[in-house]
């Protein structure tokens, strides 16, 4: 499917770089798969040390073990 896109070039510059990948198609498709794969997966998965890994603790005292 062809698809035109505006996308910040500083931004694509830094991506380009970080890949190494010089086939723009290729990067946005790359770019796409880790954001559906990063998406899909479930929220305790992304626990950091914020409000997440609270709500995380919370959960487990709330959770009967028996």
Do not use: H
Request: net charge negative; charged share 25%; proline share 2%.
């Amino acid at each position: 499917m062809m698809t035109s896109l505006n996308v910040d070039t500083a931004l694509l510059q830094e991506a380009i770089e970080l890949q190494r990948e010089n086939s723009l198609e290729t990067l946005v498709e790359i770019a796409l798969r880790e954001y559906i794969q990063r998406r899909k997966q479930p929220q305790y998965l992304e626990l950091s040390f914020g409000e997440s890994l609270g709500v995380f603790l919370e959960n487990i005292k709330c959770t009967n073990w028996a």
